[in-house]
């Protein structure tokens, strides 16, 4: 059942600085994002979890399958009040050729604001 992403999915560590924003306040920054380019899709910055810096992720029920990265888990993203289903996704054990994005999040663009910004 799982496909070879070969083709479709490019991997890229880079170390350009990666910040997340929910409503103008940071959630997220790190320099150790990994880049994921698959066809179809826009580019997504998995970043390690330590990059986290303002609320907490709770585990959600949702999963969903990927052929091409395996499964993915879902969490709830939550700040002071405010509660956001199923905001935030990682592939825990993805497929042999995924290896790179193993544990890394992802913040679902529908709530967040992620910047990339180019070192120098």
Request: charge should be negative; aromatic fraction near 10%.
């Amino acid at each position: 059942m799982i496909h070879n992403p070969k083709g479709r999915i490019k991997l890229q560590d880079h170390s350009n600085r990666v910040s997340v924003r929910l409503d103008g306040v940071l959630i997220a920054d790190t320099d150790q994002a990994v880049e994921l380019t698959e066809k179809g899709y826009p580019d997504r910055q998995y970043l390690p979890r330590d990059a986290l810096v303002a609320g907490t992720l709770q585990p959600s029920e949702t999963v969903t399958v990927c052929p091409f990265k395996g499964q993915a888990s879902y969490y709830h993203f939550v700040l002071a009040d405010r509660v956001l289903q199923d905001a935030v996704w990682a592939y825990e054990e993805p497929v042999e050729s995924m290896a790179p994005i193993a544990g890394r999040i992802v913040f679902d663009p529908a709530y967040f604001t992620q910047t990339v910004e180019a070192t120098r």
